[in-house]
């Protein structure tokens, strides 16, 4: 009598390897000239690459990419509501600011003006988270700087 067979196929890949992704990427780069430009760039001019690298070792570039990810982070967090409302919102009083034009005859209030003022309760409700803002804005200014934005962010250590 015959003995069974051990044959075990290998399973079929699903996901393509680390090399097929990176062939796929320098395809794409060379399909788009991005390749090209690169090249070209570094061999007609090698001046231009040493600029190029000189200016990204520097600390301005270095305090540009950690600021950058530092407003990354934090506008992570923001919902894109709320962030749409506040532009919205900065539009509209920009335009508010625009379409009143301070005229020369505009006169001070005086007394009695200030105290309609301190009586009008919708300027009072407008006003009133304004001033809860400003005062948020002020104490967070007032807290030290953190030595390292991203731990203070996420928690996690880091060395940048």
Do not use: C
């Not at 923001?78 to 600011?97: D, M, S, T």
């Not at 809860?132 to 250590?157: D, N």
């Amino acid at each position: 009598m015959a003995e069974p067979l051990d044959f075990k196929p290998t399973p079929v890949r699903t996901q393509a390897t680390a090399r097929e992704e990176l062939d796929r990427l320098v395809e794409t780069l060379h399909r788009h000239g991005v390749l090209r430009l690169a090249n070209d760039a570094v061999a007609a001019n090698q001046d231009i690459a040493a600029i190029v690298v000189k200016g990204l070792e520097t600390e301005g570039a270095r305090n540009l990419m950690q600021n950058l990810s530092a407003l990354a982070m934090v506008l992570g967090k923001v919902p894109p509501g709320a962030v749409y409302k506040f532009a919205e919102a900065l539009r509209e009083a920009a335009r508010a600011l625009e379409s009143a034009p301070h005229e020369a005859g505009d006169a001070a209030p005086g007394v009695r003006g200030v105290y309609r003022l301190l009586n009008d309760d919708e300027l009072w409700q407008t006003l009133a988270p304004l001033a809860r803002a400003v005062g948020v804005f002020g104490r967070a200014m007032a807290r030290p700087t953190p030595e390292k934005p991203i731990t203070a962010h996420s928690g996690k250590q880091s060395d940048a």
